[in-house]
Each structure stands twice: as structure tokens, then as C-alpha cells.
């Protein structure tokens, strides 16, 4: 059984930075794509970040590039999200994912997800 848990949300006033973790538990974590995405109430889920099993590729939704830098530890079985110049519009709930299919990238599908951890930009 995979599990994912979040941490490193938190509130913070716009300009300001965080960094999200994600530790995976239940099976060979390096072998693996990661993600991290993130909900409004009322909206879609969108994409945030990814990175291949090695840490070599990464890919970065628009509106967070030059911002968000995702990176991973497979050692310590831990996936992060540094978010730097945050702002308002990037409050949100933010999850980590990870797919049942070994090595590819980017993945077909993310299969387990994390519970969440919220984000917060005040302006």
C-alpha cells in the first residue's frame, strides 16, 4: 500500500516562501515519477510540478515557473515543493502524487495522492 504524506503548509504574506514536503511510504520510492498539484474550492485540481524517478527532468506549470523548484531525496523517500515569491493566487490545497507505472515521464496517470496540505497567501 503507497502512502504519501504532506507537510510545510502553512500562512504566509505575499512575496514570502515555503517549501512543502512529501514523504512515500510502501514500495521503491526512487523508481518513480512524483508530482505536486493543488485545488481551489470549486475548481479543478491543476498541475503544479513534476519530476522523473532520477531528478533529471522536472516540468512546471506557467504559472509557477521561475518560482517553484521541485526537487527529491530518494534516500530519504521525500519529494519537495520550495515556493518562493508567493502569492495570493497561490493559495490553495496542495497534493502530492505519485503513479502506479515505474520510470516513465511524464507518467500516464497519478494513482495515489496524498491528504493535502493548505497553503495560504496573504496579501
Known amino acids: 500500500q503507497v502512502q504519501l504524506v504532506e507537510s510545510g503548509g502553512g500562512l504566509v504574506q505575499a512575496g514570502g516562501s515555503l517549501r512543502l514536503s512529501c514523504a512515500a511510504y510502501?514500495?521503491?520510492?526512487?523508481?518513480?515519477?512524483m508530482g505536486w498539484f493543488r485545488q481551489v474550492p470549486g475548481k479543478e485540481r491543476e498541475f503544479v510540478a513534476a519530476?522523473?524517478?532520477?531528478?533529471?527532468?522536472?516540468t512546471y506549470a506557467d504559472s509557477v515557473k521561475g518560482r517553484f523548484t521541485i526537487s527529491r531525496d530518494n534516500a530519504k523517500n521525500t519529494v519537495y515543493l520550495q515556493m518562493n515569491s508567493l502569492k495570493p493566487e497561490d493559495t490553495a490545497v496542495y497534493y502530492c502524487?505519485?503513479?502506479?507505472?515505474?520510470?516513465?515521464?511524464?507518467?500516464?496517470?497519478?494513482?495515489?495522492w496524498g491528504q493535502g496540505t493548505q497553503v495560504t497567501v496573504s496579501s
Open positions: 502524487a505519485a503513479p502506479s507505472v515505474a520510470i516513465r515521464y511524464p507518467p500516464p496517470a497519478y494513482d495515489y
Open positions: 510502501g514500495r521503491t520510492f526512487s523508481s518513480y515519477t
Open positions: 519530476i522523473s524517478w532520477s531528478g533529471g527532468s522536472t
